[in-house]
């Protein structure tokens, strides 16, 4: 699960494509692997899938 964006802290996961990930609106913004079910993030949003496989 990704942590609140830092310079210093960085996570290794293999980019999906944004039709690969499900973002749930809430009081927590999820970001859900359509590949194999794992939260990607769980926080703050708005959370928005972008081209590049990052999130925002």
Not at 32 to 37: A, E, G, R
């Amino acid at each position: 699960m990704s942590s609140w964006p830092s310079s210093q802290v960085h996570e290794d996961h293999e980019p999906l494509a944004p039709s690969d990930y499900k973002v749930t609106p809430g009081e927590r913004w999820t970001v859900t692997s359509l590949k194999d079910s794992s939260t990607v993030y769980s926080g703050i949003g708005p959370v928005e899938v972008l081209r590049d496989g990052k999130t925002a």
